[in-house]
């Protein structure tokens, strides 16, 4: 059986007559206008639901017109594009909301263009996942990067084994740590676990174990590099299992994310 593969293209400034085909995002109704209405759709730009929405309405209108009508190829690329544009505001102006992100006046999100304006550092905010998307359709391979301190980690010295080891091993005094660990960020992130899922990460830093069997971790956290690809996986989440299903419909090539910098993480319990 032959294979049909489908390129969508690039978001361009060359887009066809029909209003860019840009699908209205819509935050929860609220009756009204005034500060509640603001403050709801501000919210809902800043959520993951606003993700999934678009993920959404991606994957209904692929389903109606089917993946290789030019048309719809047209559509995927500029709605991925408005997406493009809103991370890159968020990089370029670290503090702005998401949602004036995405509604910046300059350039204008239907004028953005991969191929010129595409970035290697990704914000780490809920437009991520699908800019992760378009560097896997467009990015031809090249290394992108999103700082771990942007990525919501939350870590437990109690969750990484050689740490947990000497704290219940009954041992008194300060020990060195050094090790590597792997984490779901899946688990309670699932923006991140989208376009990370589980990554490798290296700790180092200082258990101090009183007698009483209080206990401190003082330390850091770093991380080594991800490849992002569409394997088969159990640990994506909603929004990670529609960009896959999206992903499995085009070409596209998989690529390192690096995780640059470092979070300090500092804990006490006792055993």
């Known amino acids: 059986m032959e294979t049909l593969t489908v390129h969508a293209p690039s978001p361009s400034t060359n887009l066809p007559s029909y209003g860019n ?9 609220v009756p009204g206008a005034g500060p509640l209405l603001v403050q709801v759709v501000y ?3 800043q959520s993951p639901n606003m993700c999934l929405q678009a993920l959404t309405q991606l994957e209904d209108y692929i389903k109606k017109h089917g993946a290789s009508n030019p048309l719809t190829l047209q559509i995927i690329s500029t709605n991925i594009g408005y997406f493009c544009n809103a991370d890159r505001n968020l990089v370029l102006h670290p503090g702005i909301s998401v949602y004036d992100a995405y509604h910046f006046a300059k ?4 004028q953005y263009d991969y191929r010129s304006m595409n970035m290697k550092q990704m914000s780490g905010n809920v437009t991520t996942p699908i800019v992760a998307l378009a560097h896997y359709l467009w990015g031809n391979g090249a290394e992108r990067s999103v700082n771990i301190a ?5 870590i437990s010295p ?3 084994n050689q740490i947990k080891d000497i704290i219940k091993s009954g041992v008194v005094g300060t020990f060195p740590v050094s090790t590597k660990f792997t984490h779901a960020t899946g688990d309670y992130n699932v923006i991140t676990g989208a376009y990370l899922g589980n990554i490798t990460l290296k700790t180092e830093g200082t258990l101090t174990i009183s007698a ?10 770093r991380s080594y590099d991800d490849k992002y690809d569409f394997n088969a996986s159990t640990h994506r989440g909603i929004i990670g299992e529609s960009l896959t299903r999206l992903g499995a419909m085009f070409s596209g090539k998989e690529y390192q994310i690096l995780l640059p910098g470092e979070i300090h993480i500092k804990e006490s319990g006792k055993r």
Do not use: D, E, R
């Open 158 to 160: 109690m969750k990484i």
């Open 212 to 221: 009483n069997g209080s206990w401190t971790y003082n330390g850091v956290v």
């Open 107 to 110: 350039p204008a999100p239907s």
């Open 150 to 154: 942007n990525i919501g980690l939350k």
């Open 43 to 45: 919210s809902f730009f």
């Open 21 to 29: 085909g840009a699908f209205s995002l819509s935050a929860p109704h």
